[in-house]
């Protein structure tokens, strides 16, 4: 029993749940992020699509099994190895996505409807988006996209039009670079074919995938720093009145040259065990977050 439970564990893929705090980003930038019953709100919103987002893995590695067992590290999933059954994990993913929706609909309308839409975009995904080149990126930041906008559905308050583009320019660099990092890696390993893996990899040429990572590292340095720039302070702090949010984007800079250093050593096929596992990205990050909450709720900027 101990060993299904972590293989249940293990498929639900926790460490991915960290895509989810991107819900906290309209709370933390609007200025609210110590409000007892809107940070309450987040809460639960984050918890939703993590039962939400685990539903999609379990369905995703249920029908990637025959090809994860081709794969040098992805054989060792639970479904792929045969340490989780199929009807267990369809059981699972199922109560998942019923809790899910079930913590989504107490929250309000708006919210539910976008926790819909991620879930359907899951499913498509694993069904047929990630078998077609360009689509798959596309899809992979569709859904880092709506869980910042499923910030704002749940608590009400809306960010600024360029955090807006910046988080969409980031999606998108980080959707290219997981695929650029999967090419990488599996250059490393005789006799292991893109294809026998992900079969949108095939129209992927080094080329290509360099041209859109360098695309956009440069579309989200850009939108970051002409949000610090243009975005008017939204607290009145002891030094107000200044654009101190600029104080933020040498964090910015050295975590996209960092994580595009990383991406090119096949590390970035997964975002967020990068994130938990390299330190200097993990530090960078810290201190990028520290700043921007010294900032908004201290200084006023």
């Known amino acids: 029993m101990g060993k299904l439970l972590f293989s249940i564990l293990k498929t639900a893929r926790p460490r991915q749940w960290l895509k989810n705090v991107a ?19 987040t809460v639960w919103a984050f918890i939703a699509f993590c039962f939400l987002s685990s539903s999609g ?29 199929i009807p267990i994990a369809l059981l699972t993913s199922a ?4 809790v899910g929706l079930t913590i989504a609909t107490s929250i309000n309308k708006s919210f539910l ?28 930041t569709a859904a880092y996209f709506i869980r910042v906008y499923a910030g704002e559905a749940a608590t009400g308050y809306h960010i600024s039009i360029w955090l807006s583009l910046a988080a969409l320019s980031l999606a998108l660099f980080l959707a290219v670079g997981k695929r650029r990092a999967e090419l990488t890696l599996l250059q490393g390993y005789q006799g292991v074919l893109p294809k026998d ?16 990572t360098a695309m956009f590292a440069n579309s989200t340095f ?22 101190w949010l600029m104080i933020t984007i040498p964090f910015v800079l050295y975590g996209i040259m960092r994580y595009m250093q990383l991406i090119y050593e096949g590390k970035g096929e997964s975002p967020e065990q990068v994130l938990t596992t390299d330190i200097p ?6 201190l990028w977050t520290i700043s921007v909450l010294i900032v908004i709720y201290g200084i006023g900027g």
Do not use: M, W
């Open 113 to 140: 409807i976008l926790c819909i839409v991620f879930v359907l975009l899951q499913y498509t995904y694993s069904l047929l988006f990630k078998h077609i080149a360009v689509i798959d990126i596309l899809a992979i």
């Open 23 to 41: 819900v906290f980003t309209t709370i933390l930038f609007t200025g609210v992020f110590f409000n007892p019953s809107i940070f309450q709100t």
């Open 197 to 212: 893996t992900r079969e949108s990899l095939l129209h992927y040429s080094e080329r290509l995938l360099d041209t859109y």
């Open 222 to 243: 850009i939108t970051y720093v002409y949000y610090t720039f243009l975005e008017k302070p939204i607290r009145i702090g002891v030094l107000a009145d200044r654009k």
């Open 57 to 85: 893995y379990i369905i995703n590695d249920i029908l990637d099994a025959p090809k994860d067992r081709k794969h040098p590290f992805k054989k060792f999933r639970p479904v792929a190895s045969g340490a989780l059954p």
């Open 95 to 98: 109560s998942f996505f019923v």
């Open 281 to 286: 990205l993990l530090t960078t990050v810290i």
